[in-house]
């Protein structure tokens, strides 16, 4: 199994989305992310990511699906994606990968469907699923309605892609849950259980993100 970040812009967001009781007006640094996971049949997209950002400034902006490109991979090669939340940045480019096979939770179908090309297969999910003996999506509905992480477990430890359950590594180390949340109960649990061993968190806007392979 490999494991790669793919960044494809930066911006600057609030602090107040970044950190529950935040200033509003300090703004932070943040990279816009998606991640791969090849196996050996199959290649996961985590997150589709997006074209446009309504009411953010884009910056050094190069789409997913030409991040993948670079790499050698053809975004129809793309067998899976996975949708960890409904919200515009993370589903807003699904139609650029029209041969994958879309996973979302239940709940968080009905708002990302508009985002989901009619002909696309989908698969959608309750609590939990198995895509492969040691990829998993569990549903967390911290940060949106029906919210996911991805979980990988490997023999060095379980690697968790965040979707935007916290937005920065920050979040963890200081063990503030993010100010972008529909339930402050659950965003402050996944920062007190997912910032200690065995659990490696990958986030989705971090600034220090860059596209590299991370397994």
């Known amino acids: 199994m490999e494991l790669y970040c793919l960044k494809y812009a930066d911006s600057t967001i609030p ?6 009781g935040g200033d509003g007006d300090e703004k932070i640094p943040i990279t816009f992310a998606v991640y791969l996971i090849l196996t050996e049949d199959r290649k996961i997209l985590v997150d589709a990511g997006c074209h446009t950002m309504p009411h953010f400034e884009m910056q050094n902006f190069t789409s997913p699906a030409a991040v993948l490109k670079e790499m050698g ?6 067998t899976d994606l996975l949708l960890t939340h409904s919200h515009h940045d993370h589903c807003e480019a699904t139609k650029d990968f029209p041969n994958a096979t879309v996973h979302l939770s239940k709940a968080a179908y009905e708002k990302a469907k508009e985002y989901i090309p009619a002909d696309f297969k989908v698969c959608t999910f309750e609590e939990e699923l198995c895509l492969a003996p040691k990829i998993k999506m569990l549903e967390w509905g911290g940060h949106a309605f029906g919210s996911c992480m991805v ?3 490997t ?3 379980i690697h968790i892609l965040a979707g935007d359950e916290c937005y920065t590594d920050a979040n963890l180390q200081k063990k503030i849950p993010t100010g972008s949340t529909c339930n402050s109960e659950r965003s402050a649990a996944f920062v007190e259980k997912f910032s200690q061993a065995p659990y490696c968190v990958h986030t989705c806007h971090d ?4 596209t590299e392979r991370i397994l």
């Not at 602090?15 to 529950?20: D, E, G, L, P």
Request: no cysteine; glycine share 4%.
């Open 15 to 20: 602090a107040s989305m970044v950190f529950q």
């Open 73 to 78: 991979i053809a975004p129809e090669k793309i």
């Open 151 to 153: 979980e990988i477990q």
């Open 155 to 157: 023999v060095d430890g």
């Open 207 to 210: 600034a220090s993100l860059k």
